[in-house]
């Protein structure tokens, strides 16, 4: 986690809260992936979908990724855990990495707990954001 603003919706962060609230009553109890995204939505400003700048990250965004150490380029659909899709390139809020790109914009970097160590990610583009297309919802 690091100290940078981060934007998410409201209409995001109800969904989110909500995502949390339920998750406390299944297997995810206690998860340190439910920690870590409720200590991101608490330090998160909060903004109204229809204000939220184009070049951030909010759900259901796809976006282009460079890991800082390697170059390593990727391009992830930031989802909720019911639609996450690894194949498909459709990552979960859930995922360290999800959680970790949340919220940042287009030339921020943020770090991403691995097995093998921390990594550090750009988020150098963002192809798709609903809300830059009209999407509230």
């Given amino acids: 986690m690091t100290d940078q603003i981060i934007s998410i919706t409201q209409v995001d962060a109800d969904k989110l809260r909500n995502l949390l609230w339920n998750a406390e009553s299944t297997q995810y109890r206690g998860s340190p992936y439910l920690k870590r995204l409720k200590e991101e939505l608490n330090r998160a400003m909060i903004v109204d979908p229809r204000h939220v700048p184009p070049d951030v990250i909010t759900m259901r965004s796809t976006v282009e990724l460079v890991d800082v150490g390697t170059g390593e380029e990727m391009k992830y659909t930031l989802v909720f855990p019911e639609d ?35 990594r550090t990610l750009r988020v150098t583009g963002i192809l798709f954001q609903p809300e830059a297309t009209g999407d509230f919802q």
């Fill in 84 to 118: 996450a899709d690894i194949d498909q390139g459709k990552i979960s809020v859930l995922a360290p990495i999800g959680t970790g790109m949340l919220g940042y914009r287009v030339g921020d970097t943020f770090e991403w707990d691995t097995p093998s160590g921390k």
